[in-house]
């Protein structure tokens, strides 16, 4: 039996922004009804700002939480700022998901890129769309027929999530589910991602490695501690070897190097793609 928050069991029985909008300004669908899930986004947005989202989910009660809290997580928001949105930023809102259920938050990741790749802002004007002149879309190559999961889907689901395994590839996006054909595809697909990572990190230079290091701290690790009271500090860098300060709760608290070791640590592991360690100091 999965373990569910109690803030997925809510949006489960009292599921927000349910239903459609005629007058709509952007629409997105992601899923399919024969792949089990589907989910379908509506938007309303004026000046630049999302005033109402609705949405239509075929699925399971996961399905449906994800598609509430992403309801509540853009309206009032600027396109820009729903734009940033992850299917992480989702799971994490709703407290987490089983892994077997994470392809409920990337549905509804899909749905909303979807829906933001369809909207333009009042009054422009494509001139290339009038004349013709712009190209169709490129069609994307699927890799998993069973659940018509592209290449793309797949590959932002590695870069986003840091999976490092077909299984975990499977739990985010169903690919490969069902009669595994595509498995030793999806692998490659795995291995060059990382190989692309490696490739990408020794051409950096020692402050891009700093300013890519601080980056991650700022904004994905930070952002998490101070939901708890706490705080991280970067300190120094001596090669693959990275020093921190926690402030806040998460200073003296018993659990700190779980802190440091399973989450700041594997978060930068997952991010960088490469073998560091992280110390902290007082």
């Not at 060059?192 to 950096?204: C, M, P, V, W």
Request: proline share 2%; charged share 30%; with cysteine.
């Amino acid at each position: 039996m999965w373990d569910y928050s109690e803030k997925v069991m809510e949006h489960y029985r009292n599921p927000r922004n349910v239903g459609s909008i005629e007058d709509a300004d952007a629409v997105g669908v992601a899923g399919s009804l024969t792949c089990g899930d589907q989910l379908k986004i509506y938007l309303k947005i004026k000046d630049n700002i999302v005033t109402d989202a609705k949405f239509q989910t075929f699925g399971c009660g996961s399905a449906v939480a994800s598609s509430s809290i992403l309801t509540e997580m853009i309206i009032g928001k600027s396109v820009d700022e729903v734009r940033k949105i992850t299917n992480k930023d989702i799971a994490d809102e709703l407290g987490g998901l089983p892994p077997e259920k994470m392809h409920c938050s990337v549905m509804g990741y899909e749905a909303l890129e979807d829906a933001l790749k369809k909207y333009k802002q009042e009054g422009y004007v494509d001139l290339d769309d009038l004349t013709g002149k712009n190209p169709p879309e490129k069609q994307e190559k699927i890799i998993c027929t069973c659940f018509s999961v592209t290449e793309n889907m797949i590959w932002d689901a590695i870069k986003q999530n840091g999976l490092k395994t077909v299984e975990e590839v499977t739990n985010y996006t169903k690919a490969g589910g069902a009669c595994g054909k595509c498995k030793s595809v999806i692998q490659d697909i795995i291995d060059t991602y990382y190989n692309k990572e490696k490739n990408e990190e020794q051409k950096l230079t020692p402050t891009q490695w700093i300013l890519k290091v601080n980056n991650i701290i700022e904004t994905q690790i930070s952002p998490e501690l101070q939901k708890d009271g706490g705080d991280i500090e970067l300190v120094d860098i001596k090669n693959k070897t990275i020093y921190v300060k926690l402030r806040g709760k998460c200073s003296g608290c018993k659990n700190s190097t779980m802190t440091l070791k399973n989450f700041v640590e594997t978060t930068l592991k997952n991010s960088l793609g490469t073998e560091i360690n992280v110390i902290e100091v007082s």
